[in-house]
């Protein structure tokens, strides 16, 4: 089970730090990935952190301002959120990879948190 944590009300321009905890289990090697749903859209990519050499990949939309790393002391998966914008509102989700390799797409996670909700306000 994941679990994410750290979601909030934040002005435009401020901080948010996303964590993600594998309750019960560990992140077994595999990759982990970040997606968001913003209301009325379809869930969408936003980072992702492979394993084995801590290889990131992010969406066009959120580099530069966003930063995902492991901490292996916690067994948890952080998403930094800085210089957040109002259409970074959504339900942010954390998933476990089929692989160590994480992916852009939503069909190579096997596990997935309930989400925690990022608003934004200008």
């Known amino acids: 089970q994941l679990v994410e944590s750290g979601g909030g009300s934040v002005q435009a321009g401020g901080s948010l730090r996303l964590s993600c905890a594998a309750s019960g289990r560990t992140f077994n090697n595999n990759g982990v990935g970040w997606f968001r749903q913003a209301p009325g859209k379809e869930r969408e990519f936003v980072a992702g952190?492979?394993?084995?050499?801590?290889?990131?990949l992010y969406a066009d939309s959120v580099k530069g301002r966003f930063s995902v790393s492991r901490d292996n002391a916690k067994n948890q998966v952080n998403l930094q959120m800085n210089s957040l914008k109002p259409e970074d509102t959504a339900v942010y989700y954390c998933?476990?990879?089929?692989?160590?390799?994480?992916?852009?797409?939503?069909?190579?996670?096997?596990?997935w948190g309930q989400g925690t909700l990022v608003t934004v306000s200008s």
């Open positions: 998933a476990s990879a089929l692989s160590a390799v994480a992916s852009r797409s939503s069909d190579r996670y096997r596990y």
């Open positions: 952190l492979n394993w084995r050499g801590g290889d990131t």
